[in-house]
């Protein structure tokens, strides 16, 4: 490990690989990743594999719409050698209150501002998507065609590929204990490994972004919650989209290799960080498909895991270059759509670093609006 | 053993698969799971992860038993969601 380095980025996921490969390009040298255990480990490793533009604010709907369409290309602009498994095959979202559609509505609204091609479907049509649906509960639907699946370990490695070409060092299984801050500037790093002397340090660890930030003296209204999945057996393709409810609390797909993957989260869980599996999940789960998508009820469980969701108070997303500690950058707190929102993390935190003209304005996303009360609230999250 | 030999059966990855990924530098089972979806299938690494294991200690120069397994996920067998649903509800009555 080298004992000095331009830019520190903390945490191997999506967003560390993303931001060091922005950062690359741009022709920085000497940019070091630091992850305690191996590359795609944390939030990003454990996530759902879905990708999707149906959002509520301006701000979510501009950061998908220009991820997806990184994503339509991801394969030859990292020059993968393998594939990430992008498919648009739809996000269904179903809603079983009209309080729910009329949000739907209003969502599709600032989507169709931004290009995003979503519509409200009755619910004969949103049958023709899905024919097994149980719609005798529900409203009606939206649907977006090219919202879709994205492999999350294949996009990450291309992402940890791509930088470590352009020179990057990842440091795996390393772990920070602490942050030298000297007259609130950023003046080194301290791992289980060793020191690495640097003036600029980005937290990019999502579930533990509280604990980092802590290290520089700066509290994030940010908390980790667990979130569990679980995978079927593989079956033949049987359903195209993602099927969502946030009333309901459920997403399913089918994803590429055939097994289905559903999960929900449990706002009652106690803040912690811990990810293990609870058999609360996978029984509320299994009634809920029971009810909803019956047919599905029939395959067997695999496995089922978790992972973390740093939640804010708005539900989007934080990127912030430190007010009160020089060199100290944060792109944290997203709130379960880290992997989603990838490719745009790392192109508006490597020109927030290097002071460049931003591709999008993100300045809205920054810490202060937790404290002047100026949020953005995302309506639609499971 | 054959380089072709399929030493992942839920996945269909080869002998060669894991060799090559070990040689790039993922020598930990939960990285080639990751890229290969080793020990995500029904079986669950209970057929592969030895066999993965053995490559790892083999190639890094590693004692097997000092070569970390995935994190073992429930449930232990394959269950029916439909089954679990149905015991869940009984518990509503």
């Known amino acids: 490990m080298k004992t000095s380095a331009d830019i520190v980025i903390i945490g191997g996921g999506i967003s560390g690989c993303s931001i060091a490969y922005n950062l690359a390009k741009k022709g920085v040298k000497n940019i070091i990743v630091l992850e305690k255990s191996y590359i795609c480990s944390g939030s990003t490793g454990r996530c759902g594999a879905g990708v999707r533009m149906q959002w509520g604010t301006d701000m979510n709907c501009k950061i998908a719409k220009k991820s997806i369409e990184f994503y339509e290309h991801a394969n030859e602009i990292l020059e993968y050698d393998r594939d990430v498994d992008f498919k648009q095959s739809g996000y269904l979202l179903i809603a079983d209150t009209d309080k729910e559609i009329e949000q739907f509505k209003k969502n599709i609204k600032i989507q169709h501002k931004y290009g995003i091609p979503s519509r409200m479907l009755n619910l004969d049509e949103a049958r023709e998507i899905v024919p ?14 090219k919202d879709g699946f994205l492999n999350p370990f294949h996009t990450t490695d291309a992402f940890y590929k791509a930088a470590k070409k352009l020179g990057v060092e990842f440091n795996t299984f390393t772990e920070v204990t602490n942050i030298i801050v000297k007259s609130d500037k950023v003046v080194g790093v301290v791992t289980n490994n060793g020191n690495i002397a640097t003036n600029c340090v980005v937290n990019a660890t999502n579930g533990w972004s ?30 195209g989209p993602m099927v969502m409810s946030f009333g309901l609390n459920l997403y399913v797909q089918q994803s590429p290799e055939g097994s289905f993957i559903m999960g929900r989260g449990d706002s009652n869980e106690p803040r912690d960080l811990r990810m293990t599996s609870s058999w609360e999940f996978i029984e509320e789960m299994a009634k809920t498909i029971d009810l909803i998508l019956p047919p599905i009820s029939k395959l067997r469980v695999v496995r089922q895991w978790a992972g973390l969701y740093n939640m804010t108070p708005d539900k ?6 430190s007010k009160d500690v020089e060199g100290f950058y944060m792109a944290v707190g997203f709130s379960g759509h880290g992997f989603m929102f990838g490719p745009i993390t790392g192109i508006v935190m490597s020109e927030m670093i290097l002071d460049e003209e931003p591709t999008i304005d993100v300045s809205m996303l920054n810490l202060n609006r937790f404290k002047t009360g100026n949020l953005l609230l995302e309506p639609s999250v499971v | 053993m054959d380089e072709n030999t399929i030493i992942c059966r839920c996945s269909d990855v080869t002998l060669k698969e894991v060799r090559n990924l070990i040689s790039e530098g993922y020598i930990t089972f939960e990285e080639i799971k990751r890229i290969t979806r080793i020990g995500m299938g029904p079986c669950q690494g209970k057929t592969c992860g030895q066999l993965v294991m ?17 994190t073992n996920r429930p449930p232990v067998v394959g269950v029916k969601l439909g089954l679990i649903a149905e015991e869940g509800r009984k518990d509503e009555d």
């Open chain 1, 210 to 239: 509280k604990e980092i930030s802590e290290m520089v003296g700066i509290d994030i209204p940010v908390y980790s919650e667990r979130h569990q999945i679980l995978a079927t057996e593989p079956v033949e393709p049987m359903q």
């Open chain 1, 316 to 321: 989007q997303p934080i990127y912030e270059k």
């Open chain 2, 54 to 70: 053995r490559e790892i200690a083999l190639a890094t120069g590693k004692n097997i038993k000092d070569v970390k397994f995935q």
């Open chain 1, 132 to 145: 097994y649906l149980n719609t005798s509960i529900l409203k009606g639907a939206a649907y977006c065609e």
